[in-house]
């Protein structure tokens, strides 16, 4: 959401639309056409800014491109489109600086954090989306990733798709959740005993302390939910 209108993009292989919402007027509109189209992806804003993050390939490319189609699809999985509001363009695109696939992501106290599924590990990203930020406010400025502490989940939950998450920001915080997938399973199936992370994990990030925790399990598992903050 940015300035009180909602803006959705991606899922579809006959459109690269991205549509608009004001909840005013109770209109949609295309305001744009994305430079890609993708399948699976996640939303995010920050500063007037539109994030589309990750996901599939579909459909014909319409950025040019000399790459081979796996390397275009593995681009798609890592890679961030981002659209200004305001001036009503697509700025530079952004990547993953380690590759790999986007399995969440949220907004967050003006940046983009980003999970991302490698072969052997996963890894967690902070992008600086602060593009109003001042000088001393901390961080590198608009554009820069920095790596930062993985969450605490067993590794083989990053070899196994069965188990997914979701990510939300919440103030400072980034509340990581797990909406498919029973990772006690996943540890039998390897030899391992139980360790009480069946269904509803919650791990919580605090970006001020760059360290997780736990939180309360979630009482009751929606597959494959999307979560959004909402202050009262």
């Known amino acids: 959401m940015v300035a009180g209108r909602i803006y959705v993009a991606g899922g579809a292989a006959r459109t690269s639309a ?10 949609w509109s295309v305001v744009a ?3 890609r189209r993708r399948y699976g992806c996640i ?3 920050v500063d007037g800014v539109v994030y589309v993050i990750g996901g599939l390939k579909i459909g014909a490319s319409e950025v040019r491109s000399s790459h081979s189609p796996q390397e275009r699809r593995r681009m798609y999985a890592s890679s961030m489109d981002l659209y200004d ?3 009503r363009g697509w700025l530079r695109s952004r990547a993953v600086p380690s590759g790999g696939c986007v399995v969440a992501a949220c907004a967050a106290a003006g940046f983009v954090y980003v999970l991302t599924s490698h072969a052997v590990e996963l890894s967690f ?6 593009r109003k ?6 961080g590198g400025g608009f554009g820069e990733w920095c790596r930062v502490k993985s969450p605490p989940l067993p590794a083989q939950v990053r070899l196994d798709s069965s188990v997914r998450f979701s990510c939300v920001g919440v103030g400072d915080a980034v509340a990581l959740i797990q909406v498919t997938g029973c990772i006690d399973d996943l540890l039998r199936r390897s030899g391992r005993s139980t360790r009480g992370l069946r269904e509803g994990l919650v791990l919580i990030y605090d970006a001020a302390a760059g360290e997780w925790s736990r939180g309360a399990d979630l009482p009751e598992v929606i ?6 903050c909402v202050e009262c």
């Not at 990203?125 to 602060?130: G, L, M, P, Q, S």
């Open 33 to 35: 056409e994305a430079p």
């Open 223 to 228: 597959r494959r939910a999307a979560c959004v």
């Open 85 to 87: 509001v305001e001036a």
């Open 133 to 138: 930020a001042t000088s001393g406010s901390g």
């Open 43 to 45: 939303g995010a804003a």
């Open 125 to 130: 990203w902070r992008f600086d989306a602060r």
């Open 18 to 27: 991205l549509e608009e919402y004001d909840p005013v007027s109770d209109k």
